[in-house]
């Protein structure tokens, strides 16, 4: 065999075919971008609206500088009447599996609203019995700190999972607790008519 | 057409059961044992399996008169990651949840063995028709028996097939075998029975055989007799 076809075809073969699959993948990747983009957001509100079904407005606000970097992304929610609460999206690592993305709704009380799992890599059957409504809703009312064992079950078998899950409703509890500080409450200013009295 | 046809049962054939991927040539087990904690998994990681296929086995099959053989692996695995990187962004785009269920072995598929196989077995060495058949009766009868798999470990583990509850309030669920000791049990005794059917054809074929080289010694030894088995 010549050497051409030794030691200058093969590499030149290989590389048009790699920039033949890159064309593709370019392509493929243009076609995909915006509904994965899309995919993602979708996933994330969907969770909102599931918490707060009477939610007519989400809005993202900016997540404060000095915050927990766990937390995503944090919404205010509005509903026909008016301010509804907050929905922070929190990503725990330390999952038995892996990452554990929720959302935690928060309500005007400053108390948890409601709980959804976005994504998680936990065990079937065990660790993936997080996403039950029976183990989410005993997170509904708390205000100051989720704790297992104590003012919330863990799942049998799944204590970890149990625990990446309180870990992720603190962190957005601990998230929101500012922003509730800086409500000023309507006050009333009653005017009273002093009259002199000789 | 007969042509056409008469290769598409063969690959089929092969796929399902004289070659079965998961059955008789034990190869992408990593992937069988990890996705199969349900019957949905377990398919969708198949049918994945099978575009994959499909399409790796089609481009390696056009390209194979001119891939040069030093650069052969490295070429067939371009086109294969290409075809799952590819999967991944579709899956991501249009299919999110079951991305989500699937997660890493999506990527993974790049280092199914069963993609290679077929691309150094099959492809590298056979016409493009063919070559497609072949990826979509291999992938396929991989999908099968995943799907077998699945099923088997979510009714025992869960008690449930395609998330609908199917066994009794009385039964409570082995969740042993949606974990990954359940998954070594489930493939060992599948492949236990699939072994016993595969034994028992053998020697039933082997059996007649025998017998019907037997018949043709007795004619050669008389011939004016009447044929008797």
Redesign the interface.
């Known amino acids: 065999m010549s050497t051409f076809k030794t030691v200058v075809l093969p590499p030149l073969v290989l590389t048009v075919i790699c920039a033949l699959i890159a064309l593709m993948l370019g392509f493929v990747h243009s076609v995909t971008a915006a509904p994965i983009a899309e995919a993602e957001e979708r996933a994330k509100t969907e969770a909102v609206y599931s918490i707060f079904p009477e939610a007519a407005q989400i809005s993202p606000i900016d997540i404060p500088e000095d915050a927990d970097p766990q937390i995503k992304a944090m919404y205010k929610v509005k509903s026909a009447v008016g301010f509804a609460g907050y929905a922070v999206n929190v990503t725990v690592g330390s999952g038995y599996g892996g990452e554990i993305n929720m959302t935690v709704g928060i309500d005007t009380g400053n108390s948890v609203k409601g709980l959804e799992i976005v994504s998680h890599s936990e065990t079937a059957g065990l660790g993936a019995r997080i996403d039950e409504p029976a183990f989410r809703q005993g997170f509904n009312g708390i205000t100051e700190e989720a704790v297992i064992g104590g003012n919330v079950d863990a799942i049998s078998g799944a204590t970890i999972s149990s625990k990446a899950v309180a870990a992720g409703v603190n962190a957005a509890l601990d998230a929101v607790a500012p922003l509730f500080e800086v409500q000023i409450p309507d006050v009333r200013i009653n005017v009273i008519k002093w009259e002199v009295i000789s | 057409m007969s042509g056409f046809l008469s290769v598409i049962k063969e690959r089929f054939k092969e796929g399902f059961v004289t070659n079965n991927p998961t059955f008789i040539q034990f190869i992408g087990m990593c992937p069988t044992l990890a996705t199969t904690?349900?019957a949905k998994n377990a398919l969708g990681m198949g049918l994945a399996v099978t575009a994959v296929l499909a399409f790796s086995n089609t481009v390696i099959s056009l390209?194979r008169k001119?891939?040069?053989s030093?650069?052969r692996i490295?070429?067939f695995i371009?086109?294969i990651s290409?075809a799952v990187?590819?999967t991944e962004?579709?899956m991501?785009?249009?299919l999110?949840a079951l991305n989500?269920a699937l997660?890493i072995f999506i990527p993974l598929i790049v280092v199914n063995c069963i993609i290679l196989a077929r691309a150094e077995a099959f492809a590298s060495k056979n016409k493009v028709f063919p070559s497609f058949v072949d990826g979509i009766a291999m992938g396929l009868g991989f999908t099968g028996a995943l799907f077998l798999i699945g099923s088997v470990r979510e009714i025992i583990?869960?008690g449930t097939w395609f998330g609908m509850k199917v066994t009794p309030e009385a039964y409570s669920?082995a969740?042993i075998f949606?974990?990954a000791p359940g998954a070594f049990f489930t493939l060992g005794v599948l492949v236990a029975i699939t072994n016993k059917i595969k034994y028992d054809v053998n020697e039933r074929k082997r059996k007649k055989e025998a017998n019907a080289a037997l018949a043709l010694a007795d004619r050669a030894e008389k011939p004016s007799e009447e044929e008797t088995v």
Do not use: E
Request: cysteine-free.
């Open positions: 904690t349900s390209l001119i891939i040069p030093q650069v490295a070429a371009v086109i290409g990187t590819a962004l579709l991501k785009a249009f999110p989500a997660g583990g869960a669920p969740t949606i974990m």
